[in-house]
């Protein structure tokens, strides 16, 4: 039984702040308590998570829903929305459908990315990137997989994405499209000068090790699902893997994933 719902919102979105009114409105009228988890500090742990934004916002909501361990649904009001599942004019509808039980929840793997200088340890489900921000020359990143060395990448940066995040900045990047299924990493490099660097599809379960050349002055910045993470310096070593935990997306409708792919492909064409 819902007893308490997180809303997460793009509030400088005036239609993503009026739908979460509208939802809150909608939960407190049933008396489900409602809060924001990621501006008040006073929060109840919640059942559900809902995103009120694009795919940016749902990233937001789903490091809340990775740690409360519930599920996490998006509303769409962004301009991409490849997470995201509902449109807000059928708000209300999607909120009765959960009270309900009507609906289904999909499974996507996660990155455990770690900072082993730091001790910092982070979850992402779109990817982690090593970029070189607002460094003016190329970076050098080393890049092993399993213990193997893979390769010496320099570059604007490197991307090791998920599945789920294959349709983000990797794709933009030159990264393969993968199945939100499969059980895989993708590195893919950002503008590397050598054309003989393509991107890789490696196992979920390998270590990698993304490493900035020690024996040249250098600066980068490290990203987890689009959020800065802090500074790099030449010999810093980031270290990803599959997560154990997992993310539980609500689908209220069939998921077509190719069906999605190809209509947003061609919005960005056009």
Not at 145 to 159: K, L, M, P, R
Not at 162 to 179: D, F, K, N, R, W
Request: proline share 5%; with cysteine; aromatic share 6%.
């Amino acid at each position: 039984m819902l007893t308490s719902a997180g809303l997460i919102l793009n509030d400088r979105n005036a239609n993503a702040v009026a739908c979460a009114r509208q939802a809150a409105s909608f939960f407190q009228a049933r008396g489900i308590k409602t809060c924001n988890p990621q501006t008040e500090k006073e929060c109840e742990t919640p059942d559900l998570i809902v995103s009120f934004g694009g795919d940016g916002t749902l990233l937001i909501g789903a490091r809340f829903a990775v740690r409360y361990d519930v599920p996490l649904l998006g509303i769409n009001l962004g301009t991409v929305g490849f997470l995201t599942e509902e449109d807000p004019q059928h708000l209300e509808r999607a909120l009765t459908d959960i009270l309900e039980g009507k609906y289904k929840t999909e499974s996507r793997s996660l990155l455990k990315v770690m900072n082993p200088r730091t001790g910092e340890s982070h979850l992402a489900l779109n990817d982690t990137v090593i970029t070189r921000g607002g460094y003016a020359r190329l970076i050098r990143v080393d890049a092993f997989v399993n213990g193997s060395e893979y390769g010496t990448f320099t570059a604007d940066g490197i991307i090791v994405a998920t599945p789920t995040g294959s349709t983000g900045y990797s794709l933009s990047a030159g990264g393969p499209i993968v199945e939100p299924e499969m059980d895989c990493m993708i590195i893919t490099p950002v503008c590397p000068h050598s054309m003989q660097h393509c991107p890789c599809i490696v196992s979920g379960t390998a270590d990698i090790r993304l490493s900035l050349k020690p024996n040249r002055e250098q600066t980068a910045e490290w990203q987890i699902d689009g959020q800065n993470r802090g500074s790099l310096s030449a010999g810093d070593e980031i270290h990803i893997t599959g997560a154990e935990q997992k993310i539980r997306l609500i689908r209220l409708h069939p998921y077509d994933f190719f069906g999605l792919v190809r209509r947003k492909l061609i919005e960005w064409g056009s």
